[in-house]
């Protein structure tokens, strides 16, 4: 059993930043972070593959970077340049055995961290 707590989400204007936290009870490989807005579907945002690369949806490409203190088995996730569409429920996620972005792949869920980005 492995457990997740996420951290640092607040309420931003458009353009500004956060960086979310994601501690984890236990030594655990892949790890992810999703996102879910009002009404929408939990999508995936960002995760590390095995081999350390980052691997980010399109929609945060090149305004998000995850990393991971291994240490601390803890992932993060700088949000810069952040817009309206960003709002969500930001969740950890970990347990899968492929660290991609497929939701059905995790096995363990954080309770989640909102973030909200007003225009």
């Known amino acids: 059993q492995v457990q997740l707590v996420e951290s640092g989400g607040g309420s931003v204007q458009a353009g500004g930043s956060l960086r979310l936290s994601c501690a984890a009870s236990t030594n655990t490989i892949c790890m992810a972070w999703f996102r879910q807005g009002t009404g929408k579907e939990r999508e995936g945002v960002a995760t590390?593959?095995?081999?350390?690369?980052?691997r980010y949806a399109d929609s945060v490409n090149g305004r998000f970077t995850v990393s991971k203190d291994y240490a601390k088995n803890t992932l993060y996730l700088q949000m810069n340049s952040l817009k309206p569409e960003d709002t969500a429920m930001y969740y950890c996620?970990?347990?899968?055995?492929?660290?991609?972005?497929?939701?059905?792949?995790?096995?363990?869920w954080g309770q989640g961290t909102q973030v909200t980005v007003s225009s």
């Open positions: 996620a970990a347990g899968a055995f492929i660290c991609d972005l497929t939701l059905g792949r995790y096995v363990y």
């Open positions: 590390i593959t095995r081999g350390g690369s980052p």
